[in-house]
């Protein structure tokens, strides 16, 4: 009996560490707790984090470097390579949202500097004041990434300062050159996109219909801009998605925010009548965006109803499908855009941050996306990132079978212990054990030699009878504590708790939609699937001892 356990100290990556991983050892469910409810006492001690939660490495290396060099030593500074960070910043640290933590604007002061031939726009700001400004960095995905900072603090002696009159209106950018990785990266994601298709004749993309982005946030952001301002109205998110996409979508929909949680037919029955509705009242529907299977209730909705209902009412359908991967399945034909965050199993190294939309070029919407892209697009994603999600992704087939295997590994035998009198878990959210799943077998790809066995993807979230169990289980469990997906190494959080379980109103609503707390995501990785098995025995014993610990009535 092989039980895994971290080989790492706390704050740091698994092996190979590199300062560009981007998983933790973080354990502890009440660590974790901490930090969702504002305890940044243990940040100091992390040397590896997720780039998105703040400036780390290289990039924070440089915010204090630029900072000092202008004046301002002392003061955390974010850096960007787009001007729209100035505006959006500006809104986004005084929104309603931020509560307690919001500042006004006057807080905040906007330089410009070029660096070896990047204009980067700064943000700088009081260490004080960081609480405001985190999901500014991390929600639109656009804060330099770990190898462009490294890249540009080799040459900060090169730094200009740019003056700026006003801030709200920005010098002109740069960007960051577009280098043959980008264009070899967009080749094989329409290959992919295109291999072992459901119907070959629905899938029509060509390399130019690939789009780039730095973050998978960053093509949430940038598309989502992008549609509300080719058609207002309401944006509409059907079932549970990523927390940062939900986030962002409720702060920044200017026309309107509605969210469906359910995506089963009962939930599309909601949905249509109130597209019914919403059109007998002159109102329009900017788009409706749904991942596939669902992040982390891993539902599957009924695609070919949705598209349906998005060419009755002429909004754009956005679908994600990070989670299944375009290995496992084929959607293309019922979105508008497919949309995929490259961060998880498409590198599968956990050390490279990237996003990519596919246009479908038989959507209604395909003349007027691609021309709007083709005007607006500029290059963001670094080429040195660029080169290595391309070198990951070599192997993305074969991972991705075993990423299948063991996810459905884990969660078939987890499934198995409900029911037991002893058994703590009582419901493993995985594709195959879902009501939904003929959703999303319709969607699978054709079998081939090198995926004979097209499947399910690296996610399952674990339900347990109580807290206090899930809180056990989690303590024990050997897998690296850590949010990502996707990765070369076993990871889990509680991922519910931490993302929808501080305000009690959001905690009860997201519960109704099947996301609740006493319940542990895991991402499967590629270690022995016996040693996996192995790991969850170990966790079951102890949230086992703690049930039996508790009498009926709840005491002790």
Known sequence: ?????????????????????????????????????????????????????????????????????????????????????WSFTTGHVQNEHREEAAIGPEKLTFKCVDVAGHRLYAVLFEPMHTKALLLSWGAPGLGLSIRSAEYLLGNVDSLVQVPVDDHENPPEPTFTPDGPAHQLLRERI??????????????????????????????????????????????????????????????????????????????????????????????????????????????????????????????????????????????????????????????????????????????????????????????????????????????????????????????????????RDDSPVVKVQYPTLLASKPNYDRFLRHSTAELPNPGYGCLLNVEFESVETAQAFYNRCGFYSSPHLGGHVTVMLPYNMMMFGRKPEEKETFRSFGAIEESVRISAGLEDQEDLIDTLKDALDAAVAVKKAVAPNGTK
């Not at 100290?9 to 991983?21: K, N, R």
């Not at 243990?42 to 780390?56: D, E, K, N, Q, S």
């Not at 309107?256 to 037919?265: H, L, M, N, S, Y």
């Open 1 to 85: 009996m092989v039980v895994l356990r971290p080989q790492s100290d706390f704050g740091h990556a698994p092996p190979p560490q590199s300062p560009y991983s981007i998983i933790s050892n973080l354990p502890g469910w009440d660590l974790l707790r901490g930090f969702r409810d504002g305890d940044m006492s243990a940040l100091p001690r992390i040397v590896h984090i997720y780039p998105r939660f703040g400036p780390t490495q290289f990039a924070a290396q440089l915010g204090q470097e630029v900072a000092k060099r202008l004046g301002h030593e002392g003061k955390s500074c974010m850096l960007y390579l787009n001007p729209i960070m």
């Open 190 to 419: 329409n290959q992919l996109v295109h291999r072992a298709a459901v119907d070959p004749e629905a899938v029509k993309s060509r390399p130019g219909d690939v789009f780039l982005f730095p973050t998978g946030m960053a093509a949430v952001f940038h598309t989502t801009n992008l549609i509300q301002d080719y058609r207002p109205g309401t944006n509409v998110v059907i079932g549970v998605i990523f927390h940062n996409t939900h986030h962002h979508l409720l702060e920044e929909s200017p026309n309107g925010f509605k969210i469906f949680g359910k995506v089963d037919e009962k939930g599309l029955d909601e949905l249509e009548s109130w597209l019914e509705e919403e059109a007998r009242q002159g109102n329009k529907v900017s788009f409706v965006i749904v991942e596939f299977p669902g992040n982390p209730t891993l539902e599957s909705t009924d695609l070919p109803r949705l598209k349906h209902l998005s060419e009755k009412h002429g909004f754009v359908l956005v679908i994600d499908d990070t989670l299944a991967g375009f290995a496992n399945v084929d959607v293309l034909a019922c979105s508008d855009i497919l949309l995929t965050s490259l961060t998880k199993s498409f590198n599968g190294r956990a050390d490279a941050l990237g996003g990519s939309i596919v246009l479908n070029p038989l959507s209604p919407h395909y003349d007027e996306l691609s021309s709007r892209l083709a005007r607006s697009h500029r290059n963001e994603l670094y080429e040195a990132d660029a080169k290595v999600l391309l070198a990951n992704s070599h192997d993305f087939i074969q991972r991705t079978r075993r990423l299948n295997r063991n996810a459905e590994a884990m969660a078939t035998f987890l499934h198995r212990s409900i029911g």
